[in-house]
């Protein structure tokens, strides 16, 4: 077990940093909507999962998600659309699940957040449209958080 959770927390940093850098969040759709599942922790809890990289997505797109595409979503788009949304609906986000969907479930403020101190760490740009600046959206986040 304590390797699984290793491995979840290690996929985590790899997705906080590689979408941070690549600034594209990757996702399933079908025609009839994005994938989903129920958290591996409650059948009462949903997740939209996430993967840093259109291939790993496409590892994904089988069984019941056979058909569905890898779509890439900016990550502009996934910080103040995706995941407030999400959050409101109280909708984890799992991040780069494997083949099993087998992976870290969060919820989707915290991966906002990990993102958005990423992308200052990194000292890199982005443009929101809700938002002046990197530091004005991890006030609000952390001011949600808490």
């Excluded at 979840?8 to 850098?21: D, G, H, M």
């Excluded at 797109?61 to 659309?81: H, N, T």
């Amino acid at each position: 077990m304590l390797q699984d959770i290793a491995t979840t927390e290690s996929k985590y940093k790899l997705f906080i940093e590689k979408v941070a850098a690549s600034k594209l969040v990757w996702a399933l759709k079908s025609k009839n909507g994005w994938a989903n599942s129920h958290s591996n922790d409650s059948e009462d809890v949903d997740v939209i999962p996430f993967w840093s990289d259109r291939a790993y997505a496409k590892l994904c797109a089988r069984d019941d998600w056979k058909g569905y595409l890898p779509v890439e979503i900016p990550l502009a788009e996934f910080l103040e659309s995706w995941c407030i949304e999400m959050a409101d609906n109280e909708v984890l986000a799992g991040i780069n699940w494997d083949v099993n969907m087998f992976g870290k479930e969060s919820t989707a403020l915290n991966v906002a957040l990990d993102i958005l101190e990423q992308l200052n760490a990194i000292n890199s740009a982005i443009s929101f449209k809700n938002y002046n600046s990197i530091n004005e959206f991890i006030t609000e986040i952390s001011e949600s958080l808490d």
